[in-house]
């Protein structure tokens, strides 16, 4: 197995590290054979939409003036996630899954979500995630 650029044993270590901790919880499998090639499989892809449920309500909460304020979505979609800056409709639906679980409110225009502010489900949410300390919601990045 290689994941690392030239030859970089610490760097190839901790990409092996990686693979068995995604592997360890179920969230990948070895469908090559050779570990060379994975699959996502369901838990992976609750645990990525749980990364984004968390980034957007910290970001949420970042841009927040007090808790009851209300943050544009359009605020929302000039951030960078993981280095990337997300879709006004990627962002929408985002938002309308963590309505429907309770950790948002929502403010509508022309029938869709125009602005979204924090519940306390949504501030113990974050809390929970704490031991996230890789999401940055402050710089942007993971």
Not at 45 to 65: G, M
Not at 85 to 100: G, I, V
Not at 120 to 139: P, Y
Request: net charge negative; aromatic share 8%; glycine share 4%.
């Amino acid at each position: 197995m290689c994941y690392s650029q030239g030859n970089d044993g610490r760097s190839e270590s901790r990409w092996e590290g990686a693979i068995e901790q995604l592997e360890s919880c179920s969230y990948i499998e070895d469908i090559g054979h050779k570990r060379e090639v994975f699959k996502l499989k369901a838990e992976g892809f609750e645990a990525a939409d749980t990364l984004w449920y968390v980034l957007l309500l910290k970001r949420v909460e970042s841009l927040q003036n007090h808790e009851h304020s209300y943050v544009n979505l359009e605020v929302l979609t000039k951030e960078k996630y993981v280095s990337q800056l997300p879709s006004t409709n990627f962002l929408r639906d985002k938002a309308l899954l963590l309505q429907q679980l309770g950790n948002i409110e929502t403010v509508r225009a022309n029938s869709e979500i125009a602005a979204v502010r924090l519940t306390d489900l949504g501030r113990k949410t974050i809390r929970e995630h704490a031991w996230l300390k890789f999401v940055d919601s402050d710089s942007n990045t993971i």
